[in-house]
């Protein structure tokens, strides 16, 4: 072949590399969040249009390099290396485009990975200006980079530092929606719970004033039917009308006391708030409890807390929510047996009371519907008791717990906030 032929394929070839480019710039199609193939494309056509041996993208940050695609295999894993006194190093500092004919001939750069010599490096760089990793070329022997071929790579590291701005972006916005959602799941469950509540206040108010005269207009027959009986109890009567009178006056009595317990749990709760040290207020509550006939055979022991506490409460209506539950945990167990009453302070911002007994375990069914309004498990009993003190103690800003187990018996807790000095 004639030398002319020879000068005219030299000339050929950049046109043919810029040709070669454009299309493979054209070929390349970003979509979000599918970075790492993309980049390994870039990766790989910026080695076949230099026709070297390895070529790289990372991502520069805090004194390291992480690989994010790779022409070679590799290997698994994360790829991190320190930019100190390593080629890339010398780029970011620059913040320039480098080429190294022979990097073992010029040292004052940074060491090639081993095994290679020559060396192209372009930044990459946002169009905020910042520049954010590179794409490093390397081959096996020394060799020239032209002008035209850093042209070239930079602009692959254009498209390179465009794609890695947008895919942080997108985690950014991944990450803000992911709040967002969170956030608007919460104030949905919040804007529920207040409806409940009001919804649940404006039926207990319509009950309560329904109950309310009811109530009265129950009250009045029965009262005048209990005197009745009551006047009857002072004559002489054979066993069978005892009995019988017996029998009435009680359920007059089971009746009276029901229509106080629904006007108890009808009416709003008004709290006289106090500051009450609840140490000294179970001690106090103790005497009291410790008289009921339910109590009088069964051992109570109080644990209080190491240290003092403090709550704004009600005293009589927190006593009366202490009184139901000590009460229900007396009647289930046998005589001698341990109610074990526990103060626990290991919470910041507020105070657990365990009331515990060791009697037979309540199906969880059935602990799901202790605290509703009419559900007893008691012959006898009206199902308001736990559920006015649940009232009260939500009034109160707190919570009513319910834990039965074969091991350690029925556990009834109330949380409450603590007055924090």
Known sequence: MSKASNDEMLLQQPWQRERQAMALLSSLNYRTGELSSYLHNIACGVSDLLDVGWSVVTLCQTGFEKVLASSIDMGEGEHVYSLHGSLTGSVIQIGQSLAVEDAQKYPEYGDAPEGYCSYLGIPLRTAQGEVIGTICSFHQQPREFTL?????????????????DHYHLYQQQCQFNRVLEAEVEKRTAQLRAAQTKLVEQERLAAIGEFAASIVHEIRNPLTTMLMGLKYFQKTVLIESAQERLSLALSEANRLERLLSEILLYAKPQVLQLCELDVNEFIRESLIVICEMPEALDRQIEFMPASSVIKILGDKDKLKQVFINIVRNACEAVAAGDIIKWQVNNSLIDKVCIHVNNGGEPIPSDVIAKLSQPFFSTKPCGTGLGLAIAKRIVIAHGGELLICSELLTGT???VQLPVVIS
Do not use: H, K, M, P
Request: charged share 25%; net charge negative; hydrophobic share 55%.
């Open 148 to 164: 035209e071929e850093i042209q070239i790579v930079e602009l692959f590291a254009e498209r390179a530092a465009t794609a890695i």
């Open 411 to 413: 556990t009834v807790s």
